[in-house]
């Protein structure tokens, strides 16, 4: 499932879901990758909800911070 990290909330990783609603708040010592907000992942739990595996996806990443600053760039301009 791909997933979004939106924030760090004391010691949890908050993640929105990208295919409609939904968020996961999991404990950061799951993750055996370093994250940051904004990063975009694919992820799978356990049935107990135990994360099992998360995957760093880079090029959606960097596309989503490059759309994001361009449209930042845009908005200043109206100014």
């Given at each position: 499932m791909k997933v979004t990290v939106n924030r760090f909330e004391e010691g949890l990783v908050v993640l929105?879901?990208?295919?409609?609603?939904?968020?996961?708040?999991?404990?950061?010592?799951?993750?055996s990758i370093?994250?940051?907000e904004g990063d975009v992942l694919d992820v799978e739990f356990e049935s107990d909800g135990r994360l099992r595996k998360a995957v760093f996806?880079?090029?959606?990443?960097?596309?989503r911070r490059e759309r994001a600053a361009y449209l930042m760039a845009k908005l200043?301009?109206?100014k």
């Amino acid at each position: 499932m791909k997933v979004t990290v939106n924030r760090f909330e004391e010691g949890l990783v908050v993640l929105i879901k990208d295919e409609g609603v939904g968020a996961y708040d999991v404990p950061h010592e799951y993750f055996s990758i370093e994250v940051h907000e904004g990063d975009v992942l694919d992820v799978e739990f356990e049935s107990d909800g135990r994360l099992r595996k998360a995957v760093f996806l880079e090029e959606e990443t960097r596309a989503r911070r490059e759309r994001a600053a361009y449209l930042m760039a845009k908005l200043k301009k109206k100014k």
